[in-house]
Nanobody
Framework: QVRLVESGGGLVQPGGSLRLSCTAS????????MGWYRQAPGKQRELVAH???????NYPESVKGRFTISRDNAKSTVYLQMNSLEAGDTAVYYC???????WGQGTQVTVSS
């Protein structure tokens, strides 16, 4: 059974930083590309970071230069380092093993002064 557990969210002031973690179980983690998504109230879920099994990364323009995705295959964990956070980054953040349908419970990120 595939399980994804996100953590690290919280309340942060504009300009601040957070590091999210997502630990996977039930899959051969190193063979999967992984993604971080977010969903703000009333909006569709969107991909904000992608890392291939080999480690190459991709970001949309909205977060490029501010967010960094990384992975530790030994720990079956993917990370999202978020810097220079803005109010528009407020959302529930989810990780996903690309190609699988399983979602974790998500972690709330709120950027507010």
């Amino acid at each position: 059974q595939v399980r994804l557990v996100e953590s690290g969210g919280g309340l942060v002031q504009p300009g601040g930083s957070l590091r999210l973690s997502c630990t996977a179980s039930g899959i051969m983690f190193s063979t999967f590309a992984m993604g971080w998504y977010r969903q703000a109230p009333g909006k569709q879920r969107e991909l904000v970071a992608h890392i291939a099994s080999a480690g190459s990364t991709n970001y949309p323009e909205s977060v490029k230069g501010r967010f960094t995705i990384s992975r530790d295959n030994a720990k079956s964990t993917v990370y999202l380092q978020m810097n220079s956070l803005e109010a528009g980054d407020t959302a529930v953040y989810y990780c996903k093993a690309m190609g699988l349908r399983t979602w974790g419970q998500g972690t709330q990120v709120t950027v507010s002064s």
